[in-house]
């Protein structure tokens, strides 16, 4: 009898371990995606592959909109107590996710893995200095990007501009968008919807600003909308609108503005290198990418997403979600991700691979976002961001809907930025 | 005698409040508790990330009611609530008069003033997004096409809340319209014959028959049209998150974004509240037109 | 004459009808014609490009709408069935029994009716979390299950039926529920239908409450797929491919419209009506 129960519960004991090496640990992943392609279809392969090297693990990935939506989605699944245990948000959330405990430093994970630190040093500095909080890592870059342009060459050939030398300042861009523009065809195309002026304007800005600080300040606590440069800045956007009238009045939209690019409709535009793969397969024209042109300097913003990892999930799940993330940040996979998506590939050691040389030679076009990097700086950034994102883009589109001066806006900006950061002094 | 009355009586209550139980429970925690709850928050600070809320007293409506956003989203509504409401009640009304009589066609007819309160919101956003595209949609296609200026509707402060009227109306007329024809037809048929065989004309017996007959049918259409439009906020989602600088956004849309996109529920409890009392002040005329509904239906 | 003129304004106010009418189908005869051609990069009322069903495979294939339509499905079908049950049991109750407190039970009723679910989704989101059933089928339909306007619609024709009917089930032997099955039920068949047509619409048509509560693909309903694929607008000349969405979501309830669009109507009035 004794033996019949000590084999049962030997048999019970193999079962439930059996049980517990087939049954993988599930992981749900949330997921954005603001460009045009096939980015969500990436990201599903990329998760596949990963469940299939790693049979016990099991990630889930749940394409959740765009960047705005994700947030709500994160936000709401936390406060609903059906948090996903990773997700990929916009760096600029960093401040929020750390202030709310949403998402958890991970120090000690990168300290407990012995690779860890060379891991984290390979990232591209510009890029990671997007994922402190009071000197804790709480993110790492992922679908990075910055903005580009993107000119119509055919267009410029057509006015009598010389294709290969796109605009280098304000002053050439006024310049040949005064050429390009006609009947049928702005010159100067720009998204200045909300969740899009901010980025744009972060990039004037950094190139109008006189002490190498834009919009904010490092730690995310104070603003500087309304200095003079940053007034001068606005104004140059309404003087395209208004007074050269070579972009659209009004404001157009982030997903519109490839669209009408590609339709000819608008021949110099600024957006991500995230549509650069977009642009390229479905262009029917002779198409170049090149820095954004100068104000009193060189400037771009960066942005895009980072992984975070959901605070309070079990040390278990932390260390699957974090080997997931290498996964998808590993050398050789963030070089075919920049090169599917046009993103910027994230880490120094992409560079040297085959993959990503071999393609820069067949297509130079993508070097530009690398090259510009070296100017470039972290959009808006600051605690309540979403909100204070708000605030910029509203009082931008008083701006440009004629509500308000330029001067009057960027006041009326700062005004209530202060009262949203006021919490956090 | 009295002891068996008390007994039955006794039975019928608890039978009664046994049936009554399922919905009644869901009614409770899902419309009655979640009101009291809105009250009790809107006198907190509760944000995202905060343990425990903190009772503030009135202070969440103090600040909203001194922020120029509050009051701008405000505006809308109530614009946007004028700019529908007298409108589609007007439209429909029309439209019901126009498919008051018997036919072939007025059945398809019917049909196609109706059909758009079979479709989501968010659908017909969607569509009427692209109507009103800059440039490239419909709308200023036909513009340019006529040599004029195109407007780019959504993107102008002055014309976003108009154009998402238009549309409304567009859908709204015809969901009114089938409450009028139900108000037409229940109209005694000897009345106005009696009122032709006196000579009265078209317009006479409208304006003097027609329309008193109907009057508690509008006052009751127009509790049903208001409750609708506050409740509205999909389509402000999808067309303009409330762009250019709050020129649309809407009070529900407002409720949305403070409670989910910057996690302050103190804040958007305290919206809540307010919506409530608009809500309970449209729905006056209901009270009153209690027992008169029952003609009609 | 008088004969004349009366011909002429009749052939007037149906010609105005007609010009009306079609003017009212221009957004649907737009979007079915843009959804079946091939893209362009100009919009056109009237399609231009040659018939395709591409954008229809591409969104579907892009978007699991098969999921999306079998979750809306299954939150229509259930949210209907419970609300049938419960309904009727409370109709029934408030239609024949007389007892303390049902004074109260009208203000609920009455406060539902004018409180639209959407306006509650702050308190209602934090009630469904604390209930753990954030990104459930059940949390999507728990609000609506409790509904006053079909207690209101039922009562209303259950009053109608004549006592004498009830007390002879009765009488043979029924219970409450036998009795209630077959003789109120089938005389108040109209009054279910509406309430049936009113239900599957609004949950097939709601968006707010399930894009805020739920998440992953599998409880995400149509509404929500659409609204994500509409604002991300993954592909390129977007119109095309966004109108094959929306017709894939919309197509069901409005085929059934064209079929039943008397029941339909009458629908819409009665719950409207007897709210």
């Not at chain 1, 290198?273 to 397969?281: A, E």
């Not at chain 1, 940040?329 to 120094?348: H, L, M, P």
């Not at chain 1, 961001?385 to 004629?402: F, H, K, S, Y």
Request: charged fraction near 15%; hydrophobic fraction near 50%.
């Amino acid at each position: 009898m004794k033996k019949l129960v000590g084999t049962l519960l030997a048999l019970v004991m193999v079962l439930s371990l059996m049980t517990a090496v087939a049954e993988p640990l599930q992981l749900t992943m949330y997921f954005p995606v603001n460009v045009g392609g096939s980015a969500a279809a990436l990201i599903d392969a990329m998760t596949q592959d990963f469940n299939a090297e790693n049979p016990d693990i099991h990630v889930d990935a749940v394409y959740t909109g765009n960047y705005d939506d994700t947030v709500t989605a994160i936000q709401s699944a936390i406060q609903g107590g059906n948090a996903p245990d990773l997700f990929v948000s916009l760096a600029t959330q960093r401040f929020t996710m750390a202030d709310t405990k949403m998402a958890m430093p991970l120090d000690d994970l990168i300290a407990a893995d012995p690779e860890g630190q060379t891991f984290i040093d390979d990232f591209i500095d510009g890029f990671m200095l997007d994922s402190y909080v009071d000197g804790s890592i709480y993110s790492i870059p992922f679908q990075r990007s910055t903005m580009v342009m993107y000119y119509n060459k055919d267009a410029f050939r057509e006015v009598g501009l010389d294709p290969d030398a796109p605009p280098t300042t304000w002053d050439e861009l006024v310049e040949y968008g005064l050429k390009l523009t006609n009947e049928n065809r702005k010159g100067v195309g720009l998204a200045l919807n909300s969740g899009s002026a901010q980025w744009a304007f972060t990039g004037f800005s950094l190139q109008n600003c006189t002490n190498g600080v834009g919009l904010m300040s490092a730690d995310g606590k104070q603003i500087y909308f309304n200095t003079p440069e940053n007034v001068e800045a606005l104004q140059f956007w309404l003087d395209l609108q208004n007074k050269y009238e070579i972009m659209n009045k009004g404001i157009v939209q982030w997903t519109d503005l490839p669209t009408q690019f590609l339709a000819g409709e608008v021949a110099m535009i600024y957006h991500t290198t995230g549509n650069l793969t977009n642009i390229k397969n479905n262009a029917t024209f002779d198409f170049g990418v090149c820095f954004l042109p100068a104000g009193r300097q060189w400037g771009a913003p960066t942005g895009g997403g980072n992984f975070y990892i959901t605070n309070g999930i079990s040390e278990e799940r932390q260390q699957a979600a974090w080997k997931f993330i290498k996964f998808c940040c590993s050398t050789e996979r963030a070089a075919q991700w920049s090169i599917d998506t046009g993103y910027v590939a994230t880490r120094e050691s992409c560079y040297e691979t085959e993959l990503l040389k071999n393609y820069y030679a067949s297509f130079p076009q993508a070097l530009v976002a690398y090259e510009q990097l070296q100017y470039a700086q972290p959009e808006l950034t600051t605690y309540s961001a979403a909100e204070m994102w708000r605030i910029l883009n509203d009082n931008i589109q008083a701006a440009v809907t004629g509500e308000m001066t330029a001067e009057e806006a960027l006041e009326a900006a700062q005004e209530q930025g202060e009262e949203l950061l006021a919490d956090y002094q | 005698m009295k002891q068996k009355m008390t007994k039955r009586a006794r039975r019928e209550t608890a039978i009664g409040w046994a049936l009554l139980l399922p919905a009644l429970l869901f009614m409770c925690v899902f419309t009655v508790y979640p009101v009291v709850r809105s009250i009790v928050l809107s006198l907190m600070k509760y944000k995202m990330g905060m343990d425990a809320p903190e009772f503030i007293g009135f202070a969440n409506f103090t600040r909203l009611f001194g922020s120029s956003t509050f009051w701008k989203v405000m505006r809308n509504t109530v614009s946007f609530a004028l700019m529908t409401v007298i409108p589609s009640m007007v439209i429909g009304l029309v439209l019901a008069m126009l498919v008051n009589r018997k036919g072939r066609h007025i059945g398809f007819i019917r049909t196609a003033y109706f059909y758009p309160s079979v479709m989501p919101m968010i659908a017909i956003a969607s569509v009427w997004m692209f109507i009103y595209m800059a440039k490239n949609g419909l709308l200023d296609q036909m513009l340019m096409s006529l040599g004029l200026a195109p407007m780019d509707v959504l993107s102008n402060k002055a014309t976003v809340l108009p154009a998402m009227a238009v549309m409304y109306v567009w859908r709204e007329s015809g969901y009114l319209m089938v409450f009028f024809l139900s108000g037409l037809q229940s109209i005694n048929s000897d009345v106005l014959e009696a009122a032709a065989i006196d000579g009265a004309t078209g317009w006479k017996t409208f304006r003097h028959i027609t329309l008193p007959l109907l009057a508690p049918t509008t006052l009751f259409i127009s509790t049903i049209a208001f409750t609708n439009c506050f409740k509205l906020a999909d389509h402000v989602i999808i067309m303009t998150e409330g762009a250019p600088n709050n020129a649309s956004t809407l009070l529900l849309y407002y409720i949305y974004q403070q409670g989910f996109t910057n996690m302050n529920y103190g804040v958007s409890s305290a919206l809540t509240v307010i919506m409530l009392v608009i809500l309970l002040i449209v729905s006056v005329p209901r009270f009153f037109s209690q027992d008169r509904k029952i003609h009609y239906a | 004459m008088k004969m004349n003129r009366k011909k002429a304004v009749g052939v007037l106010i149906t010609l105005l009808s007609i010009v009306l009418g079609v003017v009212w189908l221009t957004p649907l005869i737009w979007l079915v014609g843009t959804a079946l051609t091939e893209t362009s990069f100009h919009m056109t009322f009237l399609p231009t490009t040659p018939f395709t069903l591409d954008n229809i495979k591409y969104v579907w294939n892009a978007v699991p709408f098969g999921q999306y339509y079998l979750n809306t499905i299954i939150l229509v079908v259930g949210t209907f069935c419970i609300q049938f049950v419960t309904s009727t049991l409370a109709a029934y109750s408030l239609a024949f029994y007389k007892f303390k407190g049902q004074a109260l039970v009208f203000i609920v009723i009455f406060m539902q009716i004018i409180i639209p679910n959407d306006v509650l989704i702050i308190p209602n989101f934090m009630t469904l979390s604390e209930l753990g059933l954030y990104d459930t089928k059940l949390g999507v339909m728990l609000p609506f299950l409790g509904s006053a306007m079909a207690i209101f619609l039922l009562r209303q024709h259950f009053k109608t039926v004549p006592k004498a009917l009830g007390e002879a089930a009765m009488i043979d032997g029924a219970n409450l529920w036998q009795t209630i099955w077959r003789v109120y039920m089938p005389c108040a068949k109209p009054a279910y239908m509406s309430f049936a047509v009113i239900s599957v619409s609004y949950h097939w048509n709601n968006y707010l409450w399930p894009l805020i509560v739920t998440k992953s693909p599998t409880n995400r309903t149509l509404t929500v797929g659409l609204a994500i694929f509409a604002k991300s607008k993954e592909a390129n000349m977007q119109w095309s491919n966004v109108c094959a969405a929306t017709l894939i979501i919309i197509a069901p309830l409005l085929l059934a419209f064209f079929i039943l669009q008397r029941q339909f109507m009458d629908s819409f009035v009665s719950a409207g009506v007897k709210e």
